[in-house]
Structures are given as structure tokens and as C-alpha cells.
T-cell receptor, first 116, second 115 residues
Framework: DQQVKQNSPSLSVQEGRISILNCDYTNSMFDYFLWYKKYPAEGPTFLISISSIKDKNEDGRFTVFLNKSAKHLSLHIVPSQPGDSAVYFCAASARAGGTSYGKLTFGQGTILTVHP | DADVTQTPRNRITKTGKRIMLECSQTKGHDRMYWYRQDPGLGLRLIYYSFDVKDINKGEISDGYSVSRQAQAKFSLSLESAIPNQTALYFC????FGQGRTGELFFGEGSRLTVL
């Protein structure tokens, strides 16, 4: 049972354009969501997060949107740069309790390629 | 030096061999995790430990065991390796709890190939 899903295995965009990466979740106990970026031969690194009490969080070129009723979040990168080319994972946790307490559940990842 | 160090970084072994992947951290975090990455499956949790005396199974613990030797050390063992355990393994730490974000800090990964 995949509780966090990224249905697009890959995304290709032109430099300067917007990249939109999507993520869906099924566990209603999830109350904190994170995006990680992973380059080849490196471990994933934290990018941006959002609490379920918010619907938007922005950090420079990166914005995460949360739609709780749809159990959907998205990561927007504007403008996209070639250095953003990486695998992006969304992840969710349940800080309030339940079986997902204290753990991160990850999606399958989306490979983003930004062309110059 | 990396805050989360994994050894070995690459290992090729044969079916049936015992393998240990080691992880050490200098972040001072209580919580440590082992994840496995497979293409198309993302990162899946194998085992996690909230402190030295606490070990918990993740979603794919079969065929694996762990040892938390100290706050800073968490090792993953494959008692009898099989080819479908070929994957990229990540150790991670967290300061989850006490109002913190729960962000995970990952090591650089250990690529294991079982022939």
C-alpha cells in the first residue's frame, strides 16, 4: 500500500520555465510534508516542508502547496535552472501520533531534467 | 567530514554471504534510520531506532537485522544476502520530536550488489 505517490516518474522543462512536481497521499494522519532533492551519488537533501496547518510555504524559487481536502501537494520551482536537475522525493510524517509517528514515508520520486 | 558517514560506499557480494553496512553520525541525534532505494519504488524504511534501547521494524525488515551500538552508530546486517537485496542503502538521522521538524539527514549511501 503506497501511502505517498508520485505518479510522474519524470519531468522535462526548459530553463527559465516553471517546474511543477506533484504528490498524493492517502493517510489522513499525515500532518507534515517535506520535499527532498537527490543528485546522483549523493544522499537526499532536504529542500522545503509544509505543515498541515498551512496551504503554502515559499523559500526563494521553491514553493510547496498543500491541498488537504484532495490529499495533494505540489512543488513549484520558478524559474527552473539546469542545476535543479535531480530526483525529487516527497515525504510525509505524522507528528501527532499513529503508526507513522516519527517516520518519513516517501514517494517513488520524480526525475526532473531542466534543459538549457 | 560528512555528518552522517556510511561504510562501505560500494560492495559486491555473493548470494548467501553475510554483509554489514555501518553508519555513524556526528549530529548528536537520537533517532537513526535505514532506508533502501530501488528504481520506481522510492525510499522504503527498513529499520529505525529512536534511542539506543529502541529498535523498530520498518515496512521491509524481512531479511535484515540492525544493531544500535551507541547513540552515534547504527549498523544494518544482511544475514544471508540474496540478489533482490541489491539496492542503494541510506542511513539517516533525525531530531524529530520536541517541536522540531522531523527532517531527516542522510548519508551518501551504500551501493550493494548481490550476485
Amino acid at each position: 500500500d503506497q501511502q505517498v505517490k508520485q505518479n510522474s516518474p519524470s519531468l522535462s522543462v526548459q530553463e527559465g520555465r516553471i517546474s511543477i512536481l506533484n504528490c498524493d497521499y492517502t493517510n489522513s494522519m499525515f500532518d507534515y510534508f517535506l520535499w527532498y532533492k537527490k543528485y546522483p551519488a549523493e544522499g537526499p537533501t532536504f529542500l522545503i516542508s509544509i505543515s498541515s496547518i498551512k496551504d503554502k510555504n515559499e523559500d526563494g524559487r521553491f514553493t510547496v502547496f498543500l491541498n488537504k481536502s484532495a490529499k495533494h501537494l505540489s512543488l513549484h520551482i520558478v524559474p527552473s535552472q539546469p542545476g535543479d536537475s535531480a530526483v525529487y522525493f516527497c515525504a510525509a510524517s505524522a507528528r501527532a501520533g499513529g503508526t507513522s509517528y516519527g517516520k518519513l514515508t516517501f514517494g517513488q520520486g520524480t526525475i526532473l531534467t531542466v534543459h538549457p | 567530514d560528512a555528518d552522517v558517514t556510511q561504510t562501505p560506499r560500494n560492495r559486491i557480494t555473493k548470494t548467501g554471504k553475510r554483509i554489514m553496512l555501518e553508519c555513524s553520525q556526528t549530529k548528536g541525534h537520537d533517532r537513526m534510520y535505514w532506508y533502501r532505494q530501488d528504481p520506481g519504488l522510492g525510499l522504503r524504511l527498513i529499520y529505525y531506532s529512536f534511542d539506543v534501547k529502541d529498535i523498530n521494524k520498518g515496512e521491509i525488515s524481512d531479511g535484515y537485522s540492525v544493531s544500535r551500538q551507541a547513540q552515534a552508530k547504527f549498523s544494518l546486517s544482511l544475514e544471508s544476502a540474496i540478489p533482490n537485496q541489491t539496492a542503494l542503502y541510506f542511513c539517516a538521522t533525525s531530531d524529530f520530536g520536541q517541536g522540531r521538524t522531523g527532517e531527516l539527514f542522510f548519508g551518501e549511501g551504500s551501493r550493494l550488489t548481490v550476485l
